[in-house]
């Protein structure tokens, strides 16, 4: 398991200037990326063991980091 963080500007580079400016355009799109940052550090911290999580709840913020970057990516691909 890998406990790099993943960052939108690192998966989705080519999108950068297109993040940036839905995020001052778009309400709902900048939400879902804060909530994405939310989350992927929460992961991130689990992964590291900076803050101890069940096992499940680790897999279940993983799940709703996929989600979020799934709808990040719909909005970015629309």
């Not at 999580?53 to 909005?75: S, Y």
């Amino acid at each position: 398991m890998s406990n790099t963080p993943h960052e939108l500007l690192e998966e989705f580079p080519a999108e950068a200037l297109k993040i940036s400016a839905l995020k001052e355009a778009d309400a709902h799109f900048a939400r879902l990326v804060e909530e994405y940052h939310e989350v992927n550090r929460a992961v991130h911290r689990a992964e590291t063991r900076v803050e101890a999580v069940a096992p499940e709840r680790e897999t279940e913020l993983r799940k709703k980091r996929g989600a979020l970057k799934d709808q990040i990516w719909a909005r970015l691909s629309a």
